[in-house]
């Protein structure tokens, strides 16, 4: 695998270039966007840069320099071909061993790399260990990702690709890089964002041309017992697009079903017509 890495206005790739003195690497002070890349284009990129901004205003940080992120976003992709995966992270920049801040200014780095198309349906997994909706970063896209490498890791041990979570009041919120839909009694249902789920890019996008192309698409608390009776689960995120569920943890599924059907041919048309949609 071959990534392509721009850090603070240099093409690095494998060259050492952050500080261990980052806050980034010391204590996980920073944001992430992880966006689709086709041949070189890359989706839905203002919902990606607003959405970067917003996880920065919630850790208390300065709005990204959006030209000099473009800036790194065309270095790395200047090779591109094909499906790619672009990834660009903002940091509070060099400081102290401990939490409190430094006054170096943000650290900018911009990464991508070539991936395969995501297969046609997928296993999940449930897992015990809950989002904190309550919590000072809930619904950021924080750098912060060590309670998904636990969860993922238990996921891969079962044979699937994703872990689903609840919250602490027990309801179903969001998978450790996807949000999650069930169809049930011939609406599309999904978790609200005050249940600690991240705002999804691909989620929000499911739910408005869903909607508009006639389907019922309602944001709702769902609990965890509605996997083992729903019809359909699909998955969603910026890499995944709409990916049908086959199984939930031991229950098998029929996938895809007919609404998720409908959903990714919705969605794989609308994003077709429109590759930067607006917010």
Same mark, same amino acid.
């Given at each position: 695998?071959?990534?392509?890495?721009?850090?603070?206005?240099?093409?690095?790739?494998?060259?050492?270039?952050?500080?261990?003195?980052?806050?980034?690497?010391?204590?996980?002070?920073?944001?992430?966007?992880?966006?689709?890349?086709?041949?070189?284009?890359?989706?839905?990129?203002?919902?990606?840069?607003?959405?970067?901004?917003?996880?920065?205003?919630?850790?208390?940080?300065?709005?990204?320099?959006?030209?000099?992120?473009?800036?790194?976003?065309?270095?790395?992709?200047?090779?591109?071909?094909?499906?790619?995966?672009?990834?660009?992270?903002?940091?509070?920049?060099?400081?102290?061993?401990?939490?409190?801040?430094?006054?170096?200014?943000?650290?900018?780095?911009?990464?991508?790399?070539?991936?395969?198309?995501?297969?046609?349906?997928?296993?999940?997994?449930?897992?015990?260990?809950?989002?904190?909706?309550?919590?000072?970063?809930?619904?950021?896209?924080?750098?912060?990702?060590?309670?998904?490498?636990?969860?993922?890791?238990?996921?891969?041990?079962? *044979?699937?690709?994703?872990?689903?979570? #609840?919250?602490?009041? %027990?309801? =179903?919120?969001?998978? $450790?890089? !996807?949000? @999650?839909?069930?169809?049930? *009694?011939?609406?599309?249902?999904?978790? #609200?964002?005050?249940? %600690?789920? =991240?705002?999804?890019? $691909?989620? !929000?996008? @499911?739910?408005?041309?869903?909607?508009?192309?006639?389907?019922?698409?309602?944001?709702?608390?769902?609990?965890?017992?509605?996997?083992?009776?729903?019809?359909?689960?699909?998955?969603?995120?910026?890499?995944?697009?709409?990916?049908?569920?086959?199984?939930?943890?031991?229950?098998?599924?029929?996938?895809?079903?007919?609404?998720?059907?409908?959903?990714?041919?919705?969605?794989?048309?609308?994003?077709?017509?429109?590759?930067?949609?607006?917010?």
């Amino acid at each position: 695998m071959t990534i392509r890495v721009w850090v603070d206005g240099e093409r690095v790739d494998d060259k050492p270039a952050i500080s261990a003195l980052d806050h980034g690497v010391t204590v996980g002070d920073g944001v992430f966007e992880t966006c689709k890349v086709q041949d070189g284009r890359v989706f839905a990129r203002t919902r990606h840069h607003d959405r970067l901004d917003r996880s920065l205003a919630g850790l208390g940080l300065p709005a990204a320099d959006r030209a000099f992120l473009d800036e790194g976003i065309k270095a790395v992709l200047a090779e591109s071909t094909g499906l790619a995966r672009l990834r660009y992270t903002v940091t509070g920049g060099v400081g102290p061993l401990g939490s409190e801040r430094g006054t170096s200014g943000l650290t900018y780095v911009v990464m991508a790399t070539e991936i395969e198309r995501p297969a046609p349906t997928t296993r999940v997994v449930t897992v015990p260990w809950p989002r904190n909706e309550r919590s000072a970063v809930a619904g950021l896209k924080t750098t912060s990702y060590a309670e998904n490498v636990v969860a993922l890791a238990r996921a891969r041990e079962a *044979g699937a690709t994703e872990a689903l979570m #609840p919250n602490t009041r %027990g309801e =179903l919120c969001e998978g $450790t890089g !996807s949000n @999650v839909f069930v169809v049930y *009694g011939g609406q599309v249902l999904t978790p #609200p964002l005050d249940s %600690g789920a =991240l705002a999804g890019v $691909t989620r !929000s996008l @499911v739910i408005q041309w869903g909607r508009a192309a006639g389907l019922s698409v309602v944001e709702t608390m769902l609990p965890m017992s509605l996997l083992k009776t729903c019809d359909e689960v699909f998955i969603t995120s910026s890499t995944r697009d709409v990916q049908p569920v086959s199984a939930v943890d031991d229950r098998e599924l029929g996938a895809p079903g007919p609404i998720t059907s409908q959903i990714a041919e919705v969605f794989e048309r609308a994003a077709a017509a429109d590759e930067d949609p607006a917010p």
